[in-house]
């Protein structure tokens, strides 16, 4: 199976600063099969970008995803308050599908 | 607006088996077009993909809880359900159910706000 690695681990930056995530594949993602979403504690996971770089209905365009192969990137133009959260890429190009260990945005 | 929500026991003893079921409100399973899974988070940790229904019956399993994972979908209630037998400790997790709209086990774009399951004596 693919496995996804997501770095960093934890991203401490501010409320409009800009973030960059990044998800590795340990092999080809095919057709560029990568979904991002994010979390916040005690909620399920949302639906933010799929196909690598669509984004998902009613999300901001300040969130944006691109890559693709094995290196996949999301990134937060301007951190809003409400972006502070954990987000997890995952790759369905492949069976089974798997998720990355995910990368914690943290106000610093 | 389509709503998902797990029911079921919160607590499951070790070497039985962990029932859940998910409702679905504000759309037809049985309308087709989407496949309809299982997801679970370890405490803390990342996300784990079980499996996935058809509304035909049709499924898949992660091959790493094939042996284990029974889903099921009873269209007339609008649900569908996990079985996982020989549960042990390492089965302690929170289960969302979620709609994948591409049938790959992702993306998946409505989830349930999840249960907890605990695996304890």
């Known amino acids: 199976e693919i496995v996804l690695t997501q770095s960093p681990g934890t991203l401490s930056l501010s409320p409009g600063e800009r973030a960059t995530l990044s998800c590795r594949a340990s092999q080809s993602v095919s057709s560029s099969y990568l979904a991002w979403y994010q979390q916040k504690p005690g909620q399920a996971p949302r639906l933010l970008i799929y196909?690598?770089?669509s984004r998902a209905t009613g999300i901001p365009d300040r969130f944006s995803g691109s890559g693709s192969g094995t290196d996949f990137t999301l990134t937060i133009s301007r951190l809003e308050p409400e972006d502070f959260a954990v987000y997890y890429c995952?790759?369905?190009?492949?069976?089974?599908?798997?998720f990355g260990g995910g990368t914690k945005v943290e106000i610093k | 607006q389509v709503q998902l929500q797990e029911s079921g026991p919160g607590l499951v003893k070790p070497s039985q088996t962990l029932s859940l079921t998910c409702t679905v409100s504000g759309g037809s399973i049985s309308s087709g077009g989407y496949y309809w899974s299982w997801i679970r988070q370890h405490p803390g940790k990342g996300l784990e993909w079980i499996g996935y229904?058809?509304?035909?019956?049709?499924?898949y399993y992660n091959p790493s809880l094939k042996s284990r994972v029974t889903i099921s979908v009873d269209t007339s209630k609008n649900q569908f359900s996990l079985k996982l037998s020989s549960v042990t400790a390492a089965d302690t997790a929170v289960y969302y159910c979620?709609?994948?709209?591409?049938?790959?086990?992702?993306?998946?774009?409505?989830w349930g706000q999840g249960t907890l399951v605990t695996v304890s004596s």
């Open positions: 995952q790759q369905y190009g492949s069976s089974p599908s798997t």
């Open positions: 979620a709609r994948d709209y591409a049938g790959l086990g992702g993306p998946f774009d409505y």
């Open positions: 229904i058809y509304y035909s019956g049709s499924t």
């Open positions: 196909g690598a770089s």
